[in-house]
C-alpha cells in the first residue's frame, strides 16, 4: 500500500512539474511577446504624440546675425540636446531586412525592464548621429523576438531611424560577428575588429546567441549613410 501511495504521488508531481514547464514555455513563446508588442506599440505612439506637439509648438524666434538680446548681450549659444532619459524611448528604428513592417522604438538604456519593452541604447555610448558609436541591444527570443532573424542581415542593408526631426540612414558594413558578452570592445567609440578606421558615425547592433541562450552574441556594425529632415518624406530606403 505504501509503495503504490508513493508512485502515485511521484506521478502526480511528475504531471504537476510537466504542466508547470508547459506553462512556462507558453509563458516566454506566447505571453510575452504580447505584452512586449503591445509596449512597443505604446512607446511609439507615444513618441508619436511628442513629436506632433513639437511639430505644432510656436517656434521660438531667435535673434538675427549681429542682434543683441534685450540686455545688450550677445545672444546665447542654442541650448544643447537634451540628455536621452533612463528607460524612455526617443527613437524608432527600421530594418526592412527583418520585415517590411519591423520597427521598434529605441529606448535609454539595458536594463532588463528596458529590452521588455522595445531596443536599449547602451548608456555611455554615442547619441543617435553623432560622432562615436550608437550602440543599441535587443532580444533575440522572447518578448517580441526582435531580433529573431538578425543572422540575416548582410552588407549594404539599411538601419534607418528617426528622432521625429531627421531620419538617420546607417548602412551594415559586414555579416554579423560571434563574440562573447564579455567583448565590451564591440561598443567602443571606435569599435574593436568592426574594421573602421579612426572616428567616425557609427552604429553597433548587439543580440544573444544562439537563439534560445545567451553564451555569446551576436553583432553588426554599420556606418551613418545618410541623413535628411522628416519634413521631406521617408528615406529610399523605406521607400520599397
Known amino acids: 500500500m505504501t509503495v503504490r501511495l ?19 514555455v ?3 513563446l506566447f505571453w510575452t511577446g504580447i505584452t512586449a508588442d503591445n509596449a512597443a506599440d505604446h512607446q511609439i505612439d507615444d513618441l508619436h504624440r511628442q513629436w506632433s506637439h513639437s ?25 544643447a540636446p ?25 529606448l535609454q538604456n539595458t536594463a532588463v525592464g528596458t529590452l521588455q519593452r522595445g531596443l536599449g541604447h547602451y548608456t555611455g555610448t554615442a547619441r543617435l548621429g553623432a560622432t562615436g558609436n550608437f550602440a543599441v541591444a535587443g532580444h533575440r ?14 552588407p549594404g542593408d539599411a538601419v534607418v531611424l528617426t528622432d521625429g526631426t531627421t531620419w538617420f540612414t546607417y548602412r551594415i558594413d559586414k555579416k554579423p560577428y560571434l563574440t562573447v558578452p564579455s567583448d565590451t570592445g564591440v561598443i567602443a567609440p571606435v569599435p574593436v575588429k568592426s574594421g573602421f578606421q579612426g572616428a567616425g558615425r ?19 556594425w554599420g556606418h551613418l549613410d545618410s541623413t535628411q529632415p522628416v519634413t521631406k518624406g ?4 523605406l521607400r520599397g
Not at 508513493?6 to 504531471?15: D, M
Not at 527570443?141 to 548582410?154: A, E, N, Q
Request: with cysteine.
Open 6 to 24: 508513493i508512485v502515485r504521488s511521484f506521478s502526480e508531481l511528475c504531471i504537476t512539474v510537466g504542466a508547470l514547464i508547459v506553462l512556462f
Open 26 to 28: 507558453v509563458y516566454l
Open 55 to 79: 511639430a505644432t509648438a510656436p517656434p521660438r524666434t531667435a535673434p538675427g546675425p549681429g542682434t543683441a538680446s534685450p540686455s545688450g548681450q550677445a545672444p546665447a549659444a542654442p541650448p
Open 82 to 106: 537634451a540628455a536621452y532619459r533612463a528607460g524612455k524611448p526617443f527613437a524608432v528604428m527600421y530594418i526592412p531586412r527583418l520585415g517590411g513592417h519591423w520597427s521598434r522604438p529605441v
Open 141 to 154: 527570443r522572447t518578448y517580441g523576438d526582435p531580433f529573431k532573424d538578425f543572422p540575416k542581415l548582410r
Open 202 to 220: 557609427y552604429l553597433t547592433l548587439t543580440t544573444c546567441d544562439p537563439e534560445w541562450g545567451s553564451s555569446h552574441r551576436l553583432i553588426a
Open 234 to 237: 521617408k528615406p529610399t530606403a
